[in-house]
């Protein structure tokens, strides 16, 4: 039998009531407040099954976090191989589905275009349909340097896709195997995971919306709708209307949409779609309103020239995402200066070259949550506050679920006042932290009090540039970071250190309390040589380090290392006399 994921099985106590919560209220600024601070991750409506934990006449990939690895890009750090006709995976359903998601990586042609596949699904041994792959969007270059396509310059990595499909119903208990047949073509078929969903049908056009098909947009075809979406746009928020998007595949290849005191409404993300290289949103000012859509763009490498983003643009006042997925585009959403209070709720980010979701340029008083993010090429979710901007003031990241982010971070602030990170889970950083707080990129100062709390960092922390990054990072390396607030937080398999306190200038006024760090590659607590200011330790508990549980190698004189009450398994090694 496949266990079930993390984040279905931790603190299952307090899913009941944030599913009555949520079936009054959909998530909002104000929805998940009564949430028992206990739970982490997103709410789910699908169950994920572990391929390693399943059922396999294959290859289970043994546990490995070398970056450049399939294996260090799996959730787990481990997949099953399948290379020859009639191996196959297969576990028993828990929950009834309808639709299928695989997280698969195939072979990369030699020129870096991708190959196309299938993989066989069954259920209760009974063949239900083709499972299309493509390592098109997958296989990046260069190693840690670089985002390539060229496979000529080495440095394999980014492997990892995923194909979805509405399969029709599964029930609970069902045997679902996914086979290798003699007609699916690929040398071999990893698979990391997979989930299954329950859909349900697609929503009706509300009244007074205008379809994008009433506008001459065209489903089902690789013609270009994108004049036509705009056009309706254009009229919809002339009219006071909002804009419907139909059952449907809709192409742009020509152009991106501009938005603004409009609503984007769609039949759910599993059943309106928007494809191509120009499959996006620029947010123009106000009101820019999304939901029930997914966008499945082109971007096969990442070009920070080019605006490959799923939603981008100054988003004003009263915008939100609501039940959007976004794949294969450079970034999920970049948010610009002159944007408050934009809530992003329900959003499922994957497989994009960058980052998640980026609150930048003075971007304050938003909030993303109860979200999913898998497999992004940058920070999953980032507060960025550039010192030529207003300061990113009052950001809140909570109650989402972060999975292999392949570089970068889970979580980051940098700079800026009273932001906070709460209740979010984060498994498997491939290359850098889980959660940074840093004093770089030419960021604002830190004011007010940055909070990190109710968080769990699993399998976090990797090797990056050639540094061994912490699962939690403090960073003050081009500035001071004064006033921040650890609480509650769970370190559980850090691939090298649990906390990492490091910078040229100093950490002052952190509070670091109810800190679990168990089980870690290196030292539990690593405050590095060069480090000033203080800290203050509370109900820290740190256990199975690789190395020193607290690694105290700063100068006395320059740091202050607090050790009040609770703590357990924190000897110290002070640092050599210098």
Not at 135 to 144: C, F, I, L, P, Q
Not at 159 to 180: H, S
Not at 197 to 203: F, I, N
Request: hydrophobic residues 35%; contains cysteine.
């Amino acid at each position: 039998m496949i266990k079930l994921h993390f984040l279905n099985i931790f603190f299952a106590a307090a899913g009941a009531l944030f599913a009555a919560n949520e079936s009054a209220q959909r998530p909002g600024i104000s929805a998940t407040e009564s949430t028992p601070l206990v739970r982490r991750g997103a709410t789910v409506p699908w169950v994920e099954y572990q391929a390693e934990t399943g059922e396999t006449n294959g290859e289970i990939l043994a546990p490995d976090r070398t970056f450049g690895t399939i294996a260090a890009e799996s959730t787990g750090r481990s997949a099953v191989k399948l290379k020859q006709a009639g191996q196959y995976l297969q576990f028993k359903t828990t929950a009834a589905a309808n639709s299928v998601v695989v997280r698969f990586v195939i072979p990369d042609s030699h020129c870096g275009a991708g190959l196309q596949a299938t993989l066989s699904l069954y259920v209760d041994h009974v063949f239900r349909r083709k499972i299309n792959l493509t390592s098109k969007y997958a296989w990046a270059y260069g190693g840690e340097e670089k985002t390539s396509n060229d496979p000529e310059l080495g440095g394999a990595h980014h492997f990892y896709d995923e194909a979805r499909a509405l399969v029709g119903d599964i029930p609970a208990g069902a045997t679902v195997k996914l086979q290798k047949d003699a007609d699916d073509r690929a040398d071999y078929d990893v698979i990391d995971l997979v989930d299954l969903e329950q859909v349900a049908p697609p929503k009706t056009k509300p009244a007074g919306y205008l379809s994008i098909e009433d506008c001459g947009a065209v489903s089902g075809s690789e013609q270009d709708s994108g004049d036509a979406i705009q056009a309706c746009i254009k009229q919809a928020k002339a009219a006071k209307q909002g804009v419907w998007i139909p059952v449907g595949n809709f192409y742009s290849e020509r152009r991106a949409f501009d938005v603004s005191e409009v609503t984007i409404q769609g039949a759910g993300m599993w059943y309106s779609t928007l494809r191509g290289q120009f499959a996006r949103f620029n947010c123009k000012g106000s009101n820019c309103r999304f939901a029930d859509f997914a966008i499945l763009g082109e971007t096969i490498c990442r070009d920070d020239k080019s605006p490959e983003d799923g939603f981008c643009g100054q988003a004003g006042t009263g915008s939100r995402l609501e039940n959007i997925w976004v794949e294969h585009t450079k970034v999920g959403f970049w948010v610009s200066g002159g944007t408050t209070g934009l809530v992003v709720t329900g959003g499922r980010f994957r497989n994009v070259f960058a980052d998640g979701i980026n609150f930048c340029n003075g971007t304050s008083d938003s909030v993303v949550e109860n979200s999913h993010f898998r497999n992004t090429g940058d920070d999953a979710l980032a507060s960025w506050s550039p010192k030529k901007d207003p300061v990113n003031t009052g950001n809140v990241f909570r109650f989402n679920t972060i999975q292999v982010p392949w570089r970068a971070n889970g979580l980051a602030i940098y700079g800026g006042k009273d932001n906070r990170i709460e209740n979010n889970l984060c498994d498997d950083v491939v290359t850098y932290p889980g959660i940074l707080i840093a004093h770089s990129f030419e960021s604002n100062p830190f004011q007010g009090t940055t909070v990190v709390q109710h968080n769990s960092l699993i399998r976090a922390g990797g090797p990056m540039f050639r540094a061994e990054h912490g699962a939690l990072k403090i960073d003050a390396d081009q500035g001071e970071i004064r006033g921040l607030v650890v609480s509650d937080l769970l370190i559980d398999g850090a691939t090298f250190t649990g906390i990492e306190l490091r910078g040229r200038y100093p950490i002052t006024e952190a509070v670091f309390d109810h800190v679990q760090i168990v089980r870690t590659g290196a030292q539990g607590i690593y405050i590095k040589s060069d480090l000033a200011g203080d800290a203050a330790f509370s109900s820290t508990n740190i256990s199975d380090s690789g190395k020193e549980a607290l690694f105290y190698d700063a100068s006395k004189a320059l740091f202050k290392l607090k050790l009040g009450e609770g703590n357990h398994g924190m000897e110290v090694r002070l640092p050599t006399p210098r």
